[in-house]
């Protein structure tokens, strides 16, 4: 299971080892992410960003949200009334708030745990999450509260990278993700331990139907996913 891949060798609860690992590589998050993706990831979260946008909802939580790419892109594409993002990193949201805030777009960044979110039920029209959910430490209670905060006929997108399963993008995503990304986290970081949790969270993580079958579980209707890149990214949707 994926609670199971912590990202250091500690007693401390997964949550609170993630928490503190981004707050450790914040400064270079953005950076190392555009360089380890190629680039690829902002394609990623603007298909995904255009599927929501056919439902244009007003009230927008972006779980997990990090340094709040993708709600910054939310509230530019979709210009909604209301754009929140959540996250256990204060440091992560810090630079948000100044990309946020650079790039002229009102989004609001609060310090949530996704396993207990403080939100009434019925809150949002979309919840997002963007390469967010491998870190919870129960992913089934964390799309639990996704489903629960969101208004009846709500919709949820979640981004994750995924393994390809078909050759050769199989064999070259291994050997980026085993040997380069944790030399890069190394020599950029300073914290060779969260780029080796990086693959080995992802190979953990529920992938295709498994995933959607946790969506359907939690209550969500229509539940489905669509592969980018070969596989490497996935996008999983459902409506409440």
Known sequence: MVEEILPYNSTDEKGEQVRLMFDKIAGRYDRL????????DKCWRKKSVRWLKRFSPKDVLDVASGTGDIAILLARELKPANVT???LSEEMMAIGRHKAERAGEDVRF???DC????YPDGSFDAVTAAFGVRNFS???QGIA???RVLKPQGRVMILELSSPRWFPMNV???FHSFLIIPLMGRLLTLD???YKYLPASIEAMPQGREMTEILTKAGFREAGFKRFTGGVCTMYTGRK
Do not use: C, F, K, V
Not at 33 to 40: A, W
Not at 115 to 118: E, I, P, Y
């Open 33 to 40: 992410n555009r360089i380890m993706s190629l680039g690829l």
């Open 192 to 194: 060779e331990s969260a």
């Open 172 to 174: 070259l995503y291994r």
């Open 145 to 147: 509260e996704m489903y």
């Open 138 to 140: 129960n992913i089934g």
């Open 85 to 87: 993002g959540a996250d």
């Open 115 to 118: 396993m207990s979110l403080t």
């Open 110 to 112: 609060e310090y949530q």
